[in-house]
């Protein structure tokens, strides 16, 4: 299997005044095509940091990060931004779904963006939500529908791009035991699919679903 | 067209908020319509007036014209009757001639009063010097002394249906007989033409006992002549009476010269119009920048899932513009609507040209306005957005 995510010692560090505080030190991690990954770690340990650099939302301060072969560091901030549209869908613990909006067009934001037709969009909107179990729930806004809805038309909005890796951060950490369960049935449904998943987690349960662990601590992976 | 629909749907979301914002746009654009139609109309009724007096109708007024004093003005008015008896004398050939002097006063017939009365004592070539129309009796001949004929506002007041010549009516405390009815002339300014009567200038001159002289109206036999005889007047007035105590001008100067106030007037008002939709502006500026504050996880998620700087720039710009090019929208709606309602008592004419003025107007508010939030949305860090509360 080809390896899709690569970081060769990654570091953060995060200047704020005169203080600067070192999130990620020396991290190196491959990722492969379809690879189910979970990462766990205590809270401040450099999680979401090192997953915001996955998903190229943020830049390491060294080292390199390579997606699918390919050196990001030199990418433009509009190539950076095709790059999200297209190979990456992300899942966030807060659902971030537009209020007052549709599910379907919750759904459809990431096809606007990769200039689809308002047509296939709808269609392929409807699809994802189909995938997720939610195919009553098309015209739904955020504010009628149940947390674990919410995160599913999260995960809806992930897929629709049919992007090749999906980065959870927490995905679960905003739902009861059983929306959880839903919510990783259909990240296991993905993962058989295919797709390559990077999941953030506190809850040892929830790593189970995952087929490889890796526990972070003060900046460091310490243990794959 | 997604952008406008979702900017549509963001302005929606907050339907008071945004109805507010617009209200300075809308109050701009509003008045820049209702003021340029006020003044469009006004200068076609005036112009409509005045050609209606004869294209080859020239004036003499007391004083300077574009000088350093103003016509009829602070300093004294040396206009004689003499200059209008010379000016026929000489002009006889080419051009007919009649003085004019104004005084309001009180009409008095039984016990009907009719206050404020324009007062034209002028002689017996005034009819056809600007063509006056009668619709009743006849105006006064040489022999004629205390004699009026009147217009239609005072016919009204005094007599309302009832017969009019040869009626005995007062005029401040001297009796005049009234001979003739004018034709309707309408009103300038919100003055009334019609309130007024016409009486022999030596009766009036006698009466309110002055020698000076409001106008002097010739009226040149061919529209040829027009320059020629300006220039002759001119000169026969410049023997007795120095340059700036008096102008001769010709229709064409009247209404260039009128151009020339109604479009200082479009200016001047433009200009307060203007200012009301900048502040319009700002206020818009004002909400965008709130919303991009609201928004700012919105921002994030947006980039988290592929937009470009350029999209969140577009989508900020084009919902700036769509609040402006709404309250444009109903600016010009309601200004038409009130300069329509006005119009029934002014004359008001809304030229196309105002109405795509205003609305190029607002929406250009909308994207100068909007560029700086806009902009400041396009640079948000997609994480920070993302984490904000
Ligand atoms: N913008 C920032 N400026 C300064 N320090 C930051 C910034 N972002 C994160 N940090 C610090 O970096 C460290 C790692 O943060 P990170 O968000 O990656 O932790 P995490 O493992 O995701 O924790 P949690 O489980 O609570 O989400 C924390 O100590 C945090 O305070
Ligand atoms: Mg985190």
């Known amino acids: 299997m080809s390896v899709i995510v690569k970081l060769s010692k990654v570091t953060k560090i995060y200047l704020s005044g005169e203080v600067s505080f070192q999130a990620l030190k020396d991290i190196d991690l491959e990722v492969k095509k379809g690879e189910f990954l979970a990462i766990i770690g205590a809270s401040g340990s450099g999680k979401s940091t090192m997953m915001n650099i996955i998903g190229l939302l943020d830049h390491p301060t060294s080292g390199t990060y390579k997606l699918d072969g390919h050196d990001t560091s030199r990418l433009q901030e509009n190539t950076l931004a095709e790059i999200r549209n297209s190979k990456i869908g992300f899942v966030f613990q807060s659902f971030n779904l537009l209020a007052r909006t549709s599910a379907i067009d919750n759904v459809s934001l990431p096809l606007i963006y990769a200039g689809v037709d308002s047509a296939e969009r709808s269609k392929k909107a409807k699809q994802a939500l189909e995938q997720v179990g939610l195919a009553d729930k098309f015209s739904s806004h955020p504010n009628q529908l149940s947390g674990g809805q919410q995160q599913k038309v999260a995960i809806a909005r992930a897929l629709v791009n049919n992007p090749e890796i999906i980065l959870a951060d927490e995905p679960t950490g905003n739902l009861d035991t059983r929306s959880g369960e839903e919510v990783m049935a259909i990240f296991e449904n993905l993962h058989k699919e295919g797709k390559t998943i990077i999941m953030i987690t506190h809850e040892e349960d929830i790593a189970h679903h995952a087929k490889r662990k890796i526990r972070m601590k003060d900046g460091e992976i310490w243990k794959q | ?283 818009i500026m004002n909400i965008m920048l709130v919303s991009v504050t609201e928004r700012t996880r919105e921002i994030g998620l947006r980039k988290a899932v592929g937009a470009k700087p350029k999209d969140i720039r577009n989508q900020f710009l084009i919902e700036a513009i769509t609040l402006s090019g709404l309250g444009g929208i109903i600016g010009i709606i309601l200004g038409v609507v009130i300069s329509f309602i006005i119009g029934r008592f002014f004359t008001t004419t809304v030229p196309w040209w105002s109405v795509i003025l205003s609305f190029g107007f607002s929406t250009l508010v909308g994207v100068i306005f909007g560029v700086a939030p806009a902009i400041r949305a396009s640079r948000l860090d997609p994480i920070e957005a993302l984490r904000h509360e």
């Open chain 2, 1 to 283: 067209m997604e952008t406008i629909n979702s900017a549509l749907t963001a302005i929606l979301a907050n339907k008071l908020r945004s109805f507010l914002t617009m209200l300075g746009i809308v109050i701009g654009v509003t008045s820049v319509i209702l003021l340029i139609s006020l003044v469009t109309g006004l200068k076609t009724y005036i112009t409509n007036q005045i050609q209606e007096l004869g294209a080859n109708l020239l004036i003499v007024i007391p004083g300077r014209i574009g000088g350093a004093r103003s016509p009829g003005g602070v300093q004294a008015n040396r206009l004689e009757f003499k200059d209008a008896v010379n000016l026929r004398s000489k002009l006889a050939s080419e051009a007919q001639v009649s003085a004019a002097i104004q005084r309001n006063a009180t009409l008095k017939f039984g016990n009907k009063l009719d206050k404020g009365v324009a007062v034209f004592g002028v002689e017996t070539t005034y009819p056809q010097v600007i063509s006056l129309k009668l619709t009743e009796g006849r105006f006064f001949n040489q022999s004629d002394r205390k004699v009026a004929v009147i217009g239609t506002t005072v016919k009204n007041n005094l007599f309302g249906e009832g017969k009019t010549t040869g009626q005995i009516i007062d005029v401040a405390g001297i009796k005049y007989t009234v001979i003739g009815v004018l034709g309707p002339r309408g009103a300038i300014f919100g003055i009334d033409l019609d309130n007024s009567i016409y009486i022999p200038i030596s009766s009036s001159q006698k009466q309110f006992g002055i020698d000076r002289l409001n106008t002097i109206y010739i009226s040149a036999n061919s529209a040829d002549s027009v320059k020629d005889v300006q220039q002759k007047a001119t000169n026969l007035l410049k023997k007795r009476l120095s340059e700036d105590e008096f102008t001769v001008q010709t229709q064409e100067q009247t209404l260039s010269t009128i151009s020339q106030v109604t479009g200082v007037l479009s200016l001047a008002l433009g200009g307060i119009a203007a200012i009301s939709l900048i502040v319009g502006g700002i206020g």
